[in-house]
């Protein structure tokens, strides 16, 4: 049994929309991720996709590629991306009652794995693209989101825990944010993200270890679409 993570898959088996144009990797990375899953990931495993699942707008739009996914081997949680538009739509507890058996998501809630809890939201940083009020607004809302996370896992008893995010744990030059600082509250051992594609955004946030916290980048394209261990 094995935990692993990979973000930032952006299918689109529905719609046209192709990840090409922004780099070369991208040529039949859908091929690429079912290879390299179906080569790590056992069925005993587990594996959360940190965001940005489907280019589709709605669920009708996303069947395809959130088939894609359930279809791969082990049990997969989903968190939620900025991409992610069919969530606005459906709250989690729907999504997980309409897909129950074939998948998991995170959002105001937690999951275990062994002694640990997996936490999470899709976080938000400021990549200069809103306002500051907007941008504050935006990340305070997901910061409650990953307090709810927290506190429902303490209630349960735990107190190991992996917190995940879509969006980068700061914004470009900080040397720690809201969401670092709760990591570091609860004691989490790693933090682990996505969203950041191609070289000139890899190195926007933390990598390796900080005030005692594994970060880890997982955006697909940052690993070549090969799921990243995270814990035996």
Not at 183 to 196: D, I, N, P, R
Not at 213 to 231: A, Q, W
Request: overall charge negative; hydrophobic content about 35%; aromatic content about 14%.
């Amino acid at each position: 049994m094995a935990l692993y993570a990979m973000g930032d898959f952006h299918l689109a088996f529905s719609v046209d929309k192709s990840m090409e144009v922004f780099d070369g990797i991208w040529k039949d990375h859908e091929k690429k991720i079912e290879k390299n899953w179906c080569k790590l990931v056992k069925a005993t495993d587990t594996a959360v996709i940190t965001g940005d699942h489907s280019w589709g707008r709605n669920l009708e739009e996303c069947e395809k590629d959130l088939e894609f996914i359930s279809e791969l081997p082990g049990r997969k949680i989903l968190l939620r991306g900025n991409h992610d538009m069919f969530w606005e739509a459906n709250k989690t507890e729907q999504l997980n009652k309409q897909f129950q058996g074939r998948l998991e998501f995170l959002q105001n809630n937690f999951y275990a794995y062994g002694e640990y809890a997996l936490v999470g939201t899709k976080g938000y940083c400021y990549e200069g693209k809103d306002s500051v009020e907007h941008f504050e607004k935006l990340r305070d809302r997901e910061l409650q989101r990953l307090e709810t996370s927290f506190e429902g896992a303490v209630a349960a008893g735990f107190g190991k825990f992996i917190m995940f995010l879509h969006y980068p744990p700061t914004s470009i030059g900080e040397q720690e944010s809201p969401f670092t600082l709760l990591a570091e509250k609860y004691g989490v051992s790693k933090v682990v993200y996505s969203h950041c594609h191609g070289t000139e955004r890899f190195d926007d946030s933390f990598k390796g270890y900080v005030n005692g916290i594994e970060y880890k980048l997982v955006s697909g394209d940052y690993l070549n679409f090969r799921p990243e261990r995270i814990l035996d």
